[in-house]
């Protein structure tokens, strides 16, 4: 997984998550991600390329902000073009079906 897939998974999993959770949500996203066929992981690592730059080059000279990326996240989510809404709704399907599979039930 991408450094900007990790930081997108993590500001789409939920904060109450304890660390060994998130630890297994990021690691079932990231295995599901890495058994894509090539030809669509291929499109969306150029996704993550194009969306993540900015944010990249924020974390390069020490101003990233996750609840930056997280109101960036959200617009994405609703945005106009098609590409950009499918790569946030790729990430938290898989976020969402992790949470709910991965954590630990209540007792």
């Known amino acids: 997984m991408l450094w900007f897939e990790r930081q997108v998974v993590g ?3 939920h904060p109450d998550l304890d660390a060994e959770t998130r630890a297994a949500v990021e690691s ?6 890495r058994s894509m066929p090539e030809h669509l992981r291929a499109g969306v690592v150029a996704e993550t390329l194009a969306l993540g730059g900015r944010s990249w ?3 390069r ?3 990233f902000d996750r609840d930056r990326l997280l109101a960036r996240v959200m617009r994405w ?3 106009n ?3 950009v809404r499918q790569y946030v709704r790729l990430l938290e399907s898989l976020v969402l079906f ?5 954590a630990p039930s209540p007792s």
């Open 11 to 13: 500001a789409l999993m």
């Open 28 to 33: 079932y996203v990231a295995g599901t991600l």
């Open 57 to 59: 080059i924020e974390q």
């Open 61 to 63: 000279v020490g101003r």
């Open 77 to 79: 989510k609703h945005s």
């Open 81 to 83: 073009i098609d590409p």
């Open 98 to 102: 992790a949470e709910n599979e991965l």
